[in-house]
């Protein structure tokens, strides 16, 4: 009887922390059409080129992307900016190289060869200027999310007022889409905070569209060549398939029924 009540007591106990847990969970994530879901997916070369540029006018100040080289922007598959595009890009950036002959470092135009330039020498730099939170490195930002895609875009959309009794700390934010709800970065999209050279309205939805786009470029930029190989796999498997089928049909129609 006893281990009974204790069991009991047990079970009212967990579901009481799930209820709990419930009800602070993050709403449903927004939805929208990714071109680069699906079997036949492919990134739209537009949207690319428009995350670069949330990225480099907006992000960048705070997030880095230490697995991204300049060069990668023109390779198939990915923004494919012209060559000519790509080094006018690299060259935008200033990196620290050396020691030279003279045993000192010194800085120089950035290279096609080079990863992208890091807003902070360290983590603690990064750390110092955001308030103690460390802004994470968006190379792969998108697989090490839960809910990926849907996650980010939702969240650079999510932010609102905090609700009737809740308290956030200076420097903390309400988002419904954060786990947990409260973060420390602050919006970073407004209307119009970037001019697209290409005419496309920079709403606060456009602009996180075309930034998670890019961001999923980052973390999967062989994506494309990855759907081909599925399809030609699946086209290779359905005539193996059909070839079995008619061999073993020829087999078998030699072999004479018993009576």
């Keep these: 009887?006893?281990?009974?009540?204790?069991?009991?007591?047990?079970?009212?106990?967990?579901?009481?922390?799930?209820?709990?847990?419930?009800?602070?969970?993050?709403?449903?994530?927004?939805?929208?059409?990714?071109?680069?879901?699906?079997?036949?997916?492919?990134?739209?070369?537009?949207?690319?080129?428009?995350?670069?540029?949330?990225?480099?006018?907006?992000?960048?100040?705070?997030?880095?992307?230490?697995?991204?080289?300049?060069?990668?922007?023109?390779?198939?598959?990915?923004?494919?900016?012209?060559?000519?595009?790509?080094?006018?890009?690299?060259?935008?950036?200033?990196?620290?190289?050396?020691?030279?002959?003279?045993?000192?470092?010194?800085?120089?135009?950035?290279?096609l060869s080079d990863k992208f330039v890091k807003?902070?020498?360290?983590?603690?730099?990064?750390?110092?200027?955001?308030?103690?939170?460390?802004?994470?490195?968006?190379?792969?930002?998108?697989?090490?999310?839960?809910?990926?895609?849907?996650?980010i875009y939702s969240l650079l959309q999510g932010y609102e007022n905090a609700p009737d009794g809740m308290t956030l700390d200076e420097g903390v934010h309400y988002n419904k889409y954060m786990y947990g709800n409260k973060i420390k970065m602050a919006s970073p999209l407004s209307e119009g905070i970037v001019e697209y050279g290409d005419g496309t309205e920079a709403t606060v939805e456009q602009m996180s569209k075309d930034v998670t786009t890019f961001l999923m470029w980052a973390a999967e930029p062989h994506l494309e060549s990855r759907h081909q190989m599925g399809f030609k796999a699946i086209i290779y498997l359905i005539i193996l398939t059909i070839l079995v089928y008619l061999s073993m049909k020829k087999i078998w129609s030699r072999i004479e029924p018993e009576v």
């Design 119 to 151: 807003p902070y020498e360290n983590i603690k730099a990064a750390e110092a200027a955001n308030g103690g939170a460390y802004p994470p490195d968006m190379s792969v930002l998108v697989k090490a999310r839960g809910g990926g895609v849907d996650y």
């Design 1 to 111: 009887m006893k281990n009974f009540i204790k069991l009991s007591s047990i079970l009212i106990l967990i579901c009481f922390t799930t209820a709990q847990s419930n009800s602070a969970e993050t709403a449903k994530f927004l939805k929208t059409d990714w071109s680069f879901k699906g079997v036949f997916g492919k990134f739209d070369r537009g949207s690319l080129q428009r995350g670069y540029q949330v990225y480099t006018e907006v992000c960048s100040s705070c997030h880095s992307m230490k697995y991204l080289s300049y060069r990668n922007l023109g390779e198939k598959g990915g923004p494919e900016f012209s060559e000519a595009e790509v080094k006018a890009i690299a060259a935008s950036f200033i990196v620290i190289d050396g020691p030279n002959a003279d045993g000192e470092m010194f800085e120089r135009p950035a290279k």
